[in-house]
């Protein structure tokens, strides 16, 4: 018995200074790990912008002005979930952001969000989502130079790929961005 746990110490002694041989060890300045994730695991990552002792500042666009953040659900016919969040900088710039999960698109198709003002009735595309994992994990990110902050109801749709820009009327999620003050 003796003998197979001494065994095991000189292995493990033996084996655990090659492992991460071949990876940098350098620290990723953005996340403070030794793994860049971009690099060495191949995920895409969204930025999102995020509090720092409770302020929240884009580089270049200024300090936010305006945050506001919702649900997504999905409708009765299909099963989706997520949260969608909108910010607004000193310079007018929106970025917003949404998490959403829901089954991916079929070949030929592919889901679009859409921001609307409910005043106007004005809708804009905020692009399609990003589904890096090819599982039920779909990400955005959508930045304007304009404040878009009157436009606070989101959808998402399901497109044909068939080179039409106007939205589809197969809606398959809605939300709403409620205005929020930081605490």
């Known amino acids: 018995m003796t003998s197979r746990l001494r065994f095991l110490a000189l292995l493990a002694l033996t084996l655990l200074p090659a492992c991460g041989k071949d990876s940098p060890t350098e620290t990723d300045t953005e996340t403070g790990t030794g793994i860049t994730v971009e690099q060495n695991i191949g995920i895409q990552v969204l930025q999102q912008p995020m509090p720092i002792n409770g302020k929240v500042e884009l580089p270049g666009h200024g300090k936010e002005e305006w945050f506001a953040y919702g649900a997504m659900t999905g409708n009765e016919w299909t099963p989706a979930n997520g949260v969608v969040t909108g910010h607004v900088f000193?310079?007018?710039t929106t970025v917003i952001t949404m998490q959403f999960n829901?089954?991916?698109?079929?070949d030929g198709t592919y889901y679009e969000?859409?921001?609307?003002?409910?005043?106007?009735?004005h809708s804009i595309s905020m692009g399609q989502l990003i589904n890096g994992q090819g599982d039920?994990?779909?990400?955005?990110?959508?930045?304007?130079?304009?404040?878009?902050?009157?436009?606070?109801?989101?959808?998402?749709?399901?497109?044909?790929d068939d080179g039409n820009a106007g939205a589809s009327t197969t809606v398959i999620a809605t939300g709403t961005l409620k205005p929020t003050k930081r605490r």
């Open 136 to 160: 039920a994990r779909h990400g955005l990110r959508y930045e304007s130079p304009e404040d878009q902050r009157a436009y606070t109801e989101v959808w998402v749709t399901l497109e044909q």
């Open 90 to 92: 000193t310079d007018d």
């Open 113 to 121: 969000a859409w921001i609307k003002n409910p005043k106007t009735g």
């Open 102 to 106: 829901v089954a991916p698109a079929k």
